[in-house]
């Protein structure tokens, strides 16, 4: 299991440079023509050789690029918790690392939703690269709206969640009951929340505390990281959620 994973983070992580080298590419192509054009493609897409150590201005995805081993590695640490499901939905796919990993290393039937593509071109490019592009739907997941869990589905995977930011407690609820209603088998539930609007919100912490667990609290989990893994801070670790609905 461990030589298959480190094959397909690998493959996954070379995907990402592909994609970060069609970028420079596009930009040498554009300095031929347009100078102006090139310079703003350069601030938009790709980081310069001086942004590479200042990250002036260069868009927060791009992070997914250039620092794709710590994004991929992170993974090691939750996918445990995801084992043996067959059938899963993910909000919030972003680059599509979690997915192809699931997909790749456990064989689940994983789909997902995610905010335009348009409006994210480092999003869209990975995901078309990770060749999972037709299994993402465009759909923002809002309170009281209801989410397009695709039929059969086991899990809903959502992680660094941004949709809940804003959530009451009674939009939690809301999230819950539809994610029970709608899964099927071990209807579970893995979440890990962003944390602003989270943990300064006792009462949903301590409503998830009754039918939820939060495996690197009690556990005893290796938090460790290596020098390329992306480290979790105690705030992340505390906002990590599993459930049996």
Known sequence: ????????EAEIIEAA???????HREEQQLALTDANAAAEFF??????????????????????????????????LFTPYMSGL??????????GYLFRIMIDLYGTDMRGCDLAPTKNRVFRDLREE??????????????GRDIPIPEGSEAVLAFWTVFTETFSLDDHKWFVAQCREKLVGPKKLVLLFNTGGYDECPEIFEWYQTFGEFPLLTEGADLSAGPREKKMSQRDKAAFCVAEL
């Open 1 to 8: 299991m461990l030589r298959e994973r480190l094959k397909i």
């Open 17 to 23: 440079k592909r994609v970060e080298a069609r970028y």
């Open 43 to 76: 601030r938009a897409i790709a980081p310069s050789g001086k942004r590479l150590h200042a990250n002036v201005d260069e868009p927060r995805v791009m992070k997914y690029i250039r620092f794709v081993e710590g994004h991929v590695l992170k993974w090691r």
């Open 86 to 95: 067959r059938k899963a939905f993910e909000i919030g796919v972003g680059p």
């Open 130 to 143: 990770l060749g999972i592009s037709a299994r993402v739907m465009t759909h923002k997941v809002v309170a």
